[in-house]
């Protein structure tokens, strides 16, 4: 397939008509418990909530330049050489959204494990509250690498469009999950990511970090051991809070972190581990102190 078509299909595609209204279903949620909150006089951090809603206005610049059609750009050699080929069909959609889902735990579990890509990821998890909005809390540099995590669906045979699409709607289906207003589900906690399962994703209670990966199904998580239900009152934020409602800062506060331990760090070797490792690990003259 063509690059000119696969572009033709995000501008032309009926499902995108459908992507559509569920983007308009989501804000609409998203303002309803704005409303709500505000009537109610409910305890919320506005200007924590305002930078969120300014942080999705950035990220809707972002994709109407280069930025945004990135992830086509770099999956289309992938697409060109695999000589497998997947038509898009009900079925195959069906299928493109289960295979995504499982790429998005692996993708999303793959940032929590490792700075550089936390460095991103953590402006997710930056709130110390709950809420809708915190749905539109996402990194403004995530697009120029997360297409990455889809090249294996690209070589078994889906299209850029298809694999694109497939992780937007399971990005898309997490909106309604961040909410406090909807309780525990009983089965539905067991098998699918709610709103009690997701809680517990962005806790920072030690026994909630790194838990509940999932996007759509929480069965990955149950299935690789990263599942915890909802047992004790959550926490919400990092284990060291960032104390901004700048957007900028909060997109980039991490990466500067990162900088300051690099520049601290003796060997070529440690500088690597530092950006590429895992979160905790610092070289041990890091908290030797000076006699």
């Known amino acids: 397939m063509s690059f000119s078509k696969i572009i033709s299909l995000f501008q032309e595609s009926n499902i995108m008509l459908y992507v559509g209204y569920f983007f308009l279903f989501n804000t609409s949620l998203i303002i309803i418990e704005l409303f709500i909150d505000f009537l109610i006089k409910k305890e919320r951090r506005w200007k924590d909530s305002f930078a969120n809603i300014s942080i999705f206005f950035l990220n809707q610049l972002i994709e109407k330049t280069i930025i945004g059609s990135i992830g086509v750009i770099c999956l289309m050699p992938f697409h060109w050489i695999t000589p497998l080929s997947i038509s898009m069909n009900t079925y195959t959609w069906i299928l493109a959204f289960l295979v995504a889902d499982f790429t998005y735990y692996w993708m999303h579990r793959l940032e929590h494990e490792h700075r550089i890509l936390w460095a991103s990821h953590s402006v997710h998890h930056s709130s110390e509250d709950y809420n809708l909005t915190i749905s539109m809390r996402l990194s403004i540099v995530e697009g120029l ?82 599942f915890q239900r909802e047992e004790e009152k959550v926490i919400y934020g990092l284990t060291k809070n960032i104390k901004t409602n700048n957007p900028i800062k909060i997109n980039f506060i991490e990466y500067k972190n990162i900088w300051t331990d690099v520049k601290k760090c003796k060997t070529l070797s440690h500088k690597l581990r530092i950006i590429f490792g895992n979160l905790v690990w610092k070289p041990d003259y890091f908290y030797k102190k000076k006699s």
């Open 145 to 226: 690498f997360e297409w990455v995590f889809l090249i294996p669906m690209i070589l078994i045979g889906f299209s850029p469009f298809q694999a694109i699409i497939g992780l937007v709607l399971v990005a898309q289906f997490q909106t309604w999950i961040h909410t406090e207003y909807i309780g525990k589900l009983g089965w539905l906690d067991e098998v699918f990511n709610t709103p009690s399962v997701h809680r517990v994703h962005h806790g920072s209670n030690n026994k909630y970090l790194d838990k509940n990966y999932g996007g759509f199904l929480i069965i990955w998580d149950k299935i690789f051991g990263t």
